[in-house]
């Protein structure tokens, strides 16, 4: 990674906007496949994005900035991709909520169904009553979310688990939420207590930090922090590659209106106990906390020897984000959907700027999908427009060089 802070931007092949996993990969590949320049902008101190880890100093724990943030995925290639610059643990990601005083697993499973109705229930059974309580609604005719969920697990399970929660994570009433959401939640009916089924999972042996530093460790790649890159947009030269990842919105300054964006609080402490609550993550399905859910950072890597008796914590708020805030996930109702169409059209008429990642695509990614986006990204986008393809069409976009 170059530190050449005065280097004049147009001196680069490429600039990529956004030091996030979308953005990292697609320097790393510029550099390495492509043998090219690339300076990646970052307005936050620190790359990795949302994913950026670090070591607590007063208990020696490391902890996720953001959020814990767990990669699964399905993808071969994606696998094989991340595992050039990490080694990944074992870790298998399981989740608890409380109700009404009672822990529950999530997602719903055949557990849940018989603590929640306290009565011990084959699969048949369980399936049975649920496909009772769901017929309320008929999943191809749900409209929203919360007709999507009673279609799916039935209204007690919904406005126990479902409800609340989402209240509280959305800021707006799930029947003002598009269906698609609940996909995202798998129902089973038996006892499996992992969170996702995804073919491989684990955690960056040595954090992401450690991993984003391996991909960024290139004489061609110069990343810069705490850089704005809107003020200095004058300083692209005619012909250069722009990978933008930032929100869509705010590159063309909101000019259409603000897309609608969710965003994170977080409140840390570090206590003064070797475990607090005896998992990773643990959800807070009542409307009247008024946090989603605790963090605690140790169990994400019960490998390591973390041998002073404290803990570090996060409990985590959701709410709008205004324009001054870090935007995390798209609201998407369909107010939202017709906006970022439109930003989409300007999008097509930028010359030499391609627009990625979960902000500048206004979508929800995990982060096996960011990465995937990404290698798409650079062989359909990227490749060509360095081949001498002086227009092309790819993955819907239009891109004119």
Same mark, same amino acid.
């Given at each position: 990674?170059i530190?050449?802070?005065?280097?004049e931007?147009?001196?680069?092949?490429? /600039?990529?906007? %956004?030091?996030?996993?979308f %953005?990292i990969?697609?320097?790393?590949?510029?550099a390495?496949? +492509?043998?090219r320049?690339?300076?990646?902008?970052?307005?936050?101190?620190?790359?990795? !994005?949302?994913?950026?880890?670090?070591?607590?100093?007063?208990? !020696?724990?490391?902890?996720h900035?953001? %959020?814990?943030?767990?990669f699964?995925?399905?993808?071969d290639d994606?696998?094989?991709y991340l595992?050039? #610059?990490?080694?990944f643990?074992?870790?298998?990601?399981?989740?608890?909520?409380?109700?009404?005083g009672?822990? @529950?697993?999530?997602?719903?499973?055949? !557990?849940?169904i018989?603590?929640?109705f306290?009565?011990?229930?084959?699969p048949?059974?369980?399936?049975?009553?649920?496909?009772?309580?769901?017929?309320?609604?008929?999943?191809?005719?749900?409209?929203?979310?919360?007709? $999507?969920a009673?279609?799916?697990?039935g209204?007690p +399970?919904?406005?126990a688990?479902?409800?609340?929660?989402?209240?509280k994570?959305?800021?707006?009433?799930?029947?003002?939420?598009?269906? !698609?959401?609940?996909?995202?939640l798998?129902?089973r009916?038996?006892?499996?207590?992992y969170?996702?089924?995804?073919?491989?999972? %684990?955690?960056p042996?040595d954090?992401?930090?450690?991993?984003?530093?391996?991909?960024? *460790?290139?004489?061609r /790649?110069?990343?810069?922090?705490?850089?704005?890159?809107?003020?200095?947009?004058?300083?692209?030269?005619?012909?250069?590659?722009?990978?933008?990842?930032?929100?869509?919105?705010?590159?063309?300054?909101?000019?259409?209106?603000?897309?609608?964006?969710?965003?994170?609080?977080?409140? $840390?402490?570090?206590?003064?106990?070797?475990? @607090?609550?005896?998992?990773?993550v643990?959800? @807070?399905?009542d409307?009247?906390?008024?946090?989603?859910?605790?963090?605690?950072?140790?169990?994400?890597?019960?490998?390591?020897?973390?041998?002073?008796?404290?803990?570090?914590?996060?409990?985590?708020?959701?709410? #709008? =984000?205004?324009?001054? *805030?870090?935007?995390?996930?798209?609201i998407?109702?369909?107010?939202?959907?017709?906006?970022?169409?439109?930003?989409?059209?300007? =999008?097509?008429g930028?010359?030499?700027?391609?627009?990625?990642?979960?902000?500048?695509?206004?979508?929800? +990614? *995990?982060?096996?999908q960011?990465?995937?986006?990404? +290698?798409?990204?650079?062989?359909?986008?990227?490749?060509? #427009? @360095?081949?001498?393809?002086?227009?092309? $069409?790819?993955?819907g976009?239009e /891109?004119?060089?």
């Amino acid at each position: 990674m170059i530190e050449i802070n005065h280097t004049e931007l147009s001196a680069f092949d490429a /600039i990529v906007v %956004g030091a996030g996993i979308f %953005g990292i990969t697609i320097a790393e590949q510029i550099a390495n496949e +492509l043998g090219r320049s690339v300076c990646v902008l970052e307005r936050r101190s620190h790359f990795g !994005g949302n994913c950026f880890s670090e070591i607590d100093a007063d208990s !020696g724990i490391e902890f996720h900035r953001y %959020g814990s943030h767990l990669f699964h995925t399905n993808s071969d290639d994606v696998w094989r991709y991340l595992n050039r #610059f990490t080694t990944f643990t074992n870790y298998r990601h399981r989740v608890l909520t409380v109700h009404r005083g009672e822990v @529950y697993p999530m997602p719903i499973n055949l !557990g849940t169904i018989c603590a929640f109705f306290r009565k011990h229930m084959s699969p048949a059974e369980a399936r049975a009553l649920i496909e009772t309580q769901s017929r309320e609604v008929a999943t191809s005719a749900a409209r929203n979310l919360e007709e $999507k969920a009673i279609s799916l697990i039935g209204r007690p +399970l919904y406005e126990a688990f479902i409800k609340g929660y989402t209240k509280k994570q959305w800021q707006v009433d799930p029947r003002e939420l598009p269906a !698609g959401i609940i996909t995202r939640l798998p129902v089973r009916f038996t006892f499996e207590p992992y969170y996702f089924a995804d073919r491989y999972e %684990g955690l960056p042996t040595d954090g992401y930090t450690a991993m984003f530093k391996k991909m960024i *460790d290139s004489p061609r /790649i110069e990343v810069r922090l705490n850089t704005d890159f809107h003020p200095l947009r004058k300083a692209v030269r005619p012909g250069q590659l722009v990978v933008y990842s930032g929100p869509i919105d705010r590159y063309f300054d909101y000019r259409l209106g603000s897309l609608g964006w969710r965003t994170l609080d977080f409140e $840390k402490q570090v206590l003064p106990v070797d475990d @607090y609550q005896g998992t990773s993550v643990m959800n @807070y399905a009542d409307e009247d906390v008024a946090y989603t859910r605790i963090h605690e950072f140790k169990h994400l890597h019960p490998e390591r020897n973390y041998s002073s008796h404290k803990t570090v914590i996060y409990r985590e708020f959701s709410r #709008f =984000a205004s324009q001054a *805030d870090d935007p995390y996930y798209p609201i998407n109702t369909a107010e939202d959907k017709e906006l970022y169409a439109k930003y989409r059209a300007l =999008a097509e008429g930028e010359a030499n700027v391609v627009f990625g990642g979960r902000l500048g695509g206004y979508q929800y +990614l *995990d982060m096996d999908q960011v990465v995937a986006a990404a +290698l798409s990204t650079f062989r359909k986008k990227v490749q060509p #427009f @360095y081949a001498g393809v002086r227009t092309f $069409k790819a993955a819907g976009d239009e /891109i004119r060089s």
